[in-house]
């Protein structure tokens, strides 16, 4: 199955990022989604699992969960907004690695897109970057990837200098 992975849409979600995420069959929004518009409208595009972020309403909070713990394809996802990294995670953050054991681990917030394994405890950690148009980060990214059972596959990156998206 394509996933697609994104965060820090902040109420917006361009076309190109749109377009990009066309083939997925499943969408992973990790955070600061910015409003119960923009999640209706993915939830219309493609089927969703979201959790909300720092800037999220209290109609997104009481939507969307801090932290979700699913399945795609047998692979087990744990998907927080803030999360840190490896090596650097957030408080809190360490001990629920430990407790779910995921094959995926998924955060937002930092805007910046980091893709890396966790070596020490066995999965792939994924911050996607920012989908959207608002805050410091001077490009627009996105991830999807295929998961098959506990396998991933043909890993791509949306990437768009910021200053070059044009709204239509």
């Known amino acids: 199955m394509k996933i697609g992975i994104l965060s820090d849409t902040h109420g917006e979600l361009p076309l190109p990022v749109r377009r990009f995420l066309e083939p997925c069959a499943h969408l992973c929004h990790a955070g600061d989604i910015g409003g119960l518009p923009l999640l209706d409208e993915l939830s219309a595009f493609k089927p969703i699992t979201a959790v909300f972020g720092n800037i999220d309403d209290w109609a997104v909070r009481r939507t969307c969960p801090q932290t979700a713990v699913f399945s795609i394809e047998n692979c087990k996802v744990l998907m927080t907004h803030i999360g840190g990294y490896p090596g650097r995670y957030a408080p809190g953050i360490s001990s629920l690695l430990e407790q779910e054991k995921p094959d995926l681990f998924i955060a937002g917030h930092s805007h910046i897109l980091k893709i890396m394994p966790d070596t020490k405890?066995?999965?792939?950690?994924?911050?996607?970057?920012?989908?959207?148009?608002?805050?410091?980060?001077?490009?627009?990214?996105a991830v999807r990837l295929d998961v098959e059972g506990k396998k991933f596959s043909n890993l791509e990156v949306f990437d768009l200098e910021r200053s070059a998206y044009v709204r239509s």
Do not use: D, E, Q, V
Not at 135 to 140: A, E, K, L, M, V
């Open 121 to 141: 405890r066995g999965f792939l950690y994924i911050n996607p970057g920012a989908a959207g148009c608002k805050g410091f980060h001077s490009r627009i990214t």
